[in-house]
């Protein structure tokens, strides 16, 4: 019996560390995939010439980055912030091409850091969920 009530703390123990990985995943997918939208929006109002735009976008792209290194550090994200500093900066001069590029380059490089990571926490919950559903 005393087995048994160990083996169960264990279990919802180690559920519990699980849980909270995968909720702390979540949100760095979550900036990651808005700093992508962002970023996708300012490199698209760049060849419309707005610089403006571009600005704004890119300082909407710069906030989900900087969460999303927060969560979890990226040499990629870390290189996308600057492009994305520099955007805001030329968006700022009114310098739609070159702020653009810099929210392109930006964009590049969110892109490098979570290739293929889309749906990754979701097949870590269906592995959790085999592993300790009951097969009856």
């Known amino acids: ?12 123990g180690t559920l519990s560390l699980f849980g909270v990985g995968i909720a702390y995943a979540g949100e760095h997918e979550t900036h990651a995939a808005e700093a992508m939208k962002h970023a996708q ?6 060849q419309k010439g707005t610089a403006k735009a571009v600005s704004e976008h890119a300082q909407q792209a710069l ?5 999303a ?10 290189e996308a912030e600057k492009a994305l500093k520099e955007a805001i900066e030329h968006g700022n001069m009114g310098h739609a091409d070159v702020a653009g590029t810099a929210a392109e ?3 590049s490089h969110l892109k490098m850091a979570y290739k293929g990571k889309e749906g990754k926490e979701k ?13 009856y």
């Open 69 to 78: 290194q927060k969560a979890k550090a990226d040499p990629h994200v870390a």
């Open 63 to 67: 906030k989900h980055a900087e969460m």
């Open 105 to 107: 380059n930006a964009l």
């Open 123 to 135: 097949g870590t919950i269906e592995t959790i969920k085999e592993k300790v559903t009951p097969p």
């Open 1 to 12: 019996m005393i087995l048994k009530r160990i083996a169960c703390a264990v279990v919802a």
């Open 41 to 46: 929006v300012a490199v698209s109002e760049g």
